[in-house]
């Protein structure tokens, strides 16, 4: 596509259920990065994809969050048992050189809210 | 310590004006600059890189000092539509991933 796709755009859910959020990166962009913004605050990285290389998962707060990307395009991020404190907006963002900064095209976010 | 500091404001600053944020890095293997923009409830956006030269791009100025690990922007006669927070992002490698990362962003609010 034109762009980074996410969805969906908004997801209420209950505390203790389990969310999964998708983001279609521009195609052919080999890195796809997912990051998180709290009310107020700076983007917050989560984990990061390159091609096949096995992903850098350092950013991810905890072991209730995951993602995988599948035929290296689509990605998903899943939450478990979801916390309020996970409420944030979820910005997915592609590029076509590896984590160079150009190119970075952000999606338009999934905001969470957890109730 | 974050790794990228700057100043929230918020400026509110008249039609005209010249505005400049400030940035500070902590980590000295940080390869690449930039500064993003990021409009109300939208995605972040690459307004332009920083170079150790000094980079201009009409109105906007960026600075780079790698000694001081500081990184600087200038927006002269400020527009309405300028209004926004801006992001001082730094490009760090830690072995072979390399990812982006922001500071909280520096929110300007351009006043007619």
């Known amino acids: 596509g034109a762009g980074v796709s996410q969805s969906p755009s908004n997801k209420v859910t209950e505390k203790g259920k389990d969310v999964e959020l998708r983001c279609d990166p521009i195609s052919g962009h080999t890195a796809l990065y997912w990051y998180r913004q709290s009310l107020g605050q700076g983007l917050e990285f989560l984990i990061y994809f390159q091609g096949n290389s096995a992903p850098d998962k350092s950013g991810l707060p905890s072991d209730r969050f995951s993602a995988e990307r599948t035929g290296g395009s689509v990605s998903t991020l899943t939450i478990q048992r979801t916390q309020q404190e996970d409420s944030a907006v979820y910005l997915c963002?592609?590029?076509?050189?590896?984590?160079?900064?150009?190119?970075?095209?952000f999606g338009s976010g999934t905001r969470l809210t957890v109730v | 310590r974050k790794e990228v500091e700057q100043d929230p404001g918020p400026f509110n600053v008249p039609e005209g004006a010249t505005v400049a944020f400030n940035c500070t890095y902590s980590?000295?293997?940080?390869?690449?600059f930039f500064w993003y923009r990021q409009d109300c409830r939208k995605e972040p956006k690459l307004l332009m890189s920083v170079y150790s030269s000094g980079n201009e791009d009409g109105r906007f100025t960026a600075q780079l000092n790698r000694a001081s690990q500081y990184i600087s922007l200038l927006i002269r006669d400020s527009k309405l539509s300028d209004s926004a927070t801006y992001l001082c992002v730094v490009l760090i490698s830690s072995g072979s991933a390399r990812q982006l990362t922001f500071g909280s962003g520096t929110q300007l609010t351009v006043l007619p």
């Open positions: 980590n000295s293997a940080s390869q690449s």
């Open positions: 963002a592609s590029s076509s050189r590896q984590g160079s900064g150009y190119g970075y095209t």
